[in-house]
């Protein structure tokens, strides 16, 4: 599976942008996803996460209630709509499979990275 993220830019505080992470390969329903995010001199940290079926989500504590990750079978695409943007959202989101068992919170269970999108939220 191959994956991109896009959809990323410059949003002042409170603003809104939808990331959409795209992939390549029939067997793209087959795998639970995860967003993650890595600003400058921080680790990459998990952000959101979906089941293969699009069931259930998992969120971090810091995006509750202002991010909503959903995923479109048919387009082979999952969304991170993301509202109430905060200045330490900025970061560089990367959205990747889950192919390892483990906790769906750790960078260690996923693979097929994309290229990652900026997101940018000035004050």
């Known amino acids: 599976v191959q994956l991109q993220a896009s959809g990323g830019g410059l949003v002042q505080a409170g603003g809104s942008l939808r990331l959409s992470c795209a992939a390549s390969g029939r067997t793209f329903s087959a795998y639970a996803v995860g967003w993650f995010r890595q600003a400058p001199g921080r680790e990459r940290e998990f952000v959101a996460g979906?089941?293969?079926?699009?069931?259930?989500?998992y969120y971090a504590d810091s995006v509750k209630g202002r991010f909503t990750i959903s995923r479109d079978g048919a387009k082979n695409t999952v969304y991170l709509q993301m509202n109430s943007l905060k200045p330490e959202d900025t970061a560089v989101y990367y959205c990747?499979?889950?192919?390892?068992?483990?906790?769906?919170?750790?960078?260690?269970?996923?693979?097929?990275w994309g290229q990652g999108t900026l997101v940018t939220v000035s004050s």
């Open positions: 979906i089941t293969r079926g699009g069931g259930n989500t």
């Open positions: 990747a499979v889950k192919v390892r068992t483990g906790s769906s919170y750790t960078a260690y269970a996923y693979d097929s």
